[in-house]
């Protein structure tokens, strides 16, 4: 619980200058973008959430259909 240690709108302001720092630092050149731990994943999910579908491995697809009967 943030607010326990400092106000949550003062951490929610630092977390948005570091990771500004963080995308604007300068990437190696196989990296396009450099990314916080778990962006990547949130990212995917708001995508997933926009486009109302998701890919799914066939193996796990063939599975789930094998359950149908």
């Known amino acids: 619980n943030i607010d326990f240690f400092q106000p949550v ?3 929610k302001e630092r977390m948005g ?4 720092q963080l ?3 300068e990437a190696l050149s196989e990296i396009a973008r450099i990314y916080y ?3 990547r994943s949130y990212l995917q999910k708001l995508k ?3 486009d109302k579908e998701a890919a799914v ?3 796990v697809w063939e599975s789930i259909v094998a359950l149908q009967g």
């Open 23 to 25: 995308h604007s630092s």
């Open 37 to 39: 731990p778990g962006e």
């Open 57 to 59: 491995d066939q193996v």
């Open 48 to 50: 997933l959430l926009e």
């Open 17 to 20: 200058a570091l990771i500004s």
């Open 9 to 11: 709108q003062g951490f």
